[in-house]
């Protein structure tokens, strides 16, 4: 059974950064596409980061682009998200998904089986 984990979430000012993790407990990580996702009350669940298998390609929307980094440590079977520059747009609960029977870059909520329980992040002074 695959789980996922994640953790980092908490109050950030506007201007900061936080990093989150997700670990996941399954045999092999690597047969693993991952992404990051976030739910803001009242709003659909949307897709914040995407990173393949094997950490090649990601994928960033507009609205987080240049400012959240998603990377993966296939060794500690772990996806982590780096945000920086936040603002309270981005306050929400952040989940983690994991896919394994897509090749490439998956970023549609509908995709992934497999989700975490999720973290909050607050952003505000």
Partial sequence: QVQLVESGGGLVQPGGSL?????????TFSDYAMGWFRQAPGRERE??????????????PDS???????????AKKTVYLQMNSLNPEDTAIYYCAAEDKYLGLLTSRHGY????QGTQVTVSS
């Fill in 19 to 27: 990093r989150l993790s997700c670990a996941v407990s399954v045999r």
């Fill in 113 to 116: 089986e497999y989700w975490g």
């Fill in 47 to 60: 897709c914040v980061a995407a990173i393949t298998k094997s950490g090649s390609l990601t994928y960033y």
């Fill in 64 to 74: 987080v682009k240049g400012r959240f980094t998603i990377s993966r440590d296939n």
